[in-house]
């Protein structure tokens, strides 16, 4: 079964995928990567999983268009650091550069992207490594391990034996919300669940965590356009 797409301006690709369990059709729309996934019945033929799928259109451009663009990093994007906006320049020397005039990223331009990345990943390190560190001293607990990823369905998390991931995006978002993931699977060592005892912990070692909890819902997957 070919994937088909609704036309118009854009036309918009769509994903079919068949399953046994549904009982529906369904549609659902990625907020990381924008694709548009419609799941129908086994049995149900594919026409009337298109027609439903036209019927949803104006839905569909919505929210496609609330989402946004994807980004390429390359001279003139703009790129979020630390919840501020800089324009991503063309450096010289050898290390990139932060300063409130952009980001400078020596070297060719098709690598860019790459290099940019391998920057953010170093800050994203050093920045989460320290929240750790401090919301640990403050839990009292200590942690074995830290690593990076760039993970799609969580920002953070903890396993049974001490270790914390974190999404090297984190990087991109505002202080306190890479504060907040941190605090949040730092408490994790002492809670492995989200009980009213876990939420206790990471109010007593970050504060209020409404407003930063806030704004990873609402614009974490804004951070996943940026492609590098």
Known sequence: MSDPHLPGDPPIPLILRRSAQAKRISLRISQLDGRVTLTMPKRLVEREAMDFARSKEAW????????????????????????????????????????PDGIFVPGPPERMGKRLSAHLKELARDRLAGASDDYAARLGRGYTRLSLRDTRSRWG??????????????VMAPPEVLDYVAAHEVAHLAEMNHSAAFWAEVTRIYGDYSAARSWLRTHGSTLHRYKF
Do not use: N, Q
């Open 60 to 99: 569909i451009r919505k929210h496609l268009g609330a989402r946004g663009e994807d980004v390429m990093i390359g001279e003139g994007a703009e790129l979020p650091l630390s919840g501020r906006m800089y324009p991503v320049l063309a450096g010289t020397g050898r290390r990139v550069k932060i300063t």
């Open 157 to 170: 998390s903890c396993t049974s034996d001490g270790g914390l991931m974190y999404s090297w995006r984190l």
